[in-house]
């Protein structure tokens, strides 16, 4: 089970990305690259999913790749790996239960977890400097974030290494745009934990 803790007022945009945001980086590392990749919706020449004819730039096309293969992930994984919400506790704690394969589950926790890391030995350091020294680090944070989102992805590639025809690039950028939609909750102190446990959810929830 993988647990996130939360805090604060949510919106229902924050528990939306949350949500897919855990689900597209657990499927990503829960699916082989086989079932991940099928022509002729992979361009290998070009690296890129089936799309619209029109013209889109890069962020586009990463959105439309990452949607595609989410949607493909819901379609083909089976019963015993799919990742399931067992239960939305909404209070100031709170939390968030998924149930799903454990080493997807614990990939998952070790990118949440770093996020979380880096965003509070963040906030200790500009409580510790005055404002305009924290602006002239903002650069070099923000640079130290993306070196870290990309540290993430190639975490999850280390558990696809079986296919190595999938192009590592293109895969890198779609797990670090799943990092996206966590990172402003990290950021706001709402997702502020993380953990996975040998545990099955509760009686009612599985009634339910």
């Not at 996130?4 to 939306?16: A, N, R, V």
């Amino acid at each position: 089970m993988l647990r996130l803790e939360i805090e604060g007022s949510w919106e229902p945009e924050d528990f939306i990305e949350v949500l897919k945001g855990v689900e597209s980086l657990y499927y990503k590392a829960a699916l082989s690259r086989r079932l991940l990749r099928d022509p002729p919706y992979f361009w290998m020449e070009h690296f890129w999913f089936e799309r619209p004819t029109v013209a889109m730039s890069f962020g586009e096309n990463v959105d439309f790749s990452n949607d595609w293969l989410l949607t493909r992930a819901r379609t083909i994984a089976r019963s015993h790996s799919r990742l399931r919400v067992a239960r939305i506790e909404y209070a100031s704690p709170g939390g968030i239960d998924f149930v799903g394969l454990g080493e997807a589950c614990k990939a998952v926790e070790r990118i949440i977890g770093r996020l979380i890391k880096f965003f509070d030995k963040d906030d200790r350091e500009i409580r510790k400097q005055g404002a305009k020294q924290a602006q002239i680090e903002t650069a070099m944070k923000e640079e130290s974030l993306r070196s870290l989102k990309i540290e993430n992805a190639r975490a999850i590639l280390e558990l696809r290494r079986d296919y190595p025809d999938m192009p590592d690039e293109i895969l890198t950028a779609l797990i670090t745009h799943d990092q996206d939609k966590l990172i402003p909750r990290i950021a706001e102190r709402k997702l502020v934990a993380v953990r996975t446990m040998d545990a099955e959810p509760p009686p009612d929830d599985e009634a339910a």
